[in-house]
Nanobody
């Protein structure tokens, strides 16, 4: 069982920055694929960024160059550094973990609001 707890959301002006954190429980963090998703009001949940156990990353086109995903295996945590935030980045951001054998886990989310 893996538990995920997000933090770091809040209200920020357009052009500002935020850093989201996702702390995980358990002892298998280093082999997890970790992802950040977001869901804006009235929209479907979408993938924002992912980082594999080996460190490779991928990003949605809408956030490339502005968001950076990273992980600290010693702290069992994954981060999402967000800069140059836009109002359209407003959403609930969810942490997601995928175990190699297929089990998935979700956090409860943290709200990011970007004002214009």
């Amino acid at each position: 069982q893996v538990q995920l707890v997000e933090s770091g959301g809040g209200l920020v002006q357009a052009g500002g920055s935020l850093r989201l954190s996702c702390a995980t429980s358990g002892s298998i963090f280093s082999i997890l694929t970790m992802r950040w998703y977001r869901q804006a009001p009235g929209k479907q949940r979408e993938l924002v960024a992912g980082i594999f156990s080996g460190g490779n990353t991928n990003y949605a086109d809408s956030v490339k160059g502005r968001f950076t995903i990273s992980r600290d295996n010693a702290k069992n945590s994954v981060y999402l550094q967000m800069i140059s935030l836009k109002p359209e980045d407003t959403a609930v951001y969810f942490c997601y973990a995928q175990v190699p054998w297929g089990t998935n886990y979700w956090g409860k989310g943290t709200l990011v609001t970007v004002s214009s």
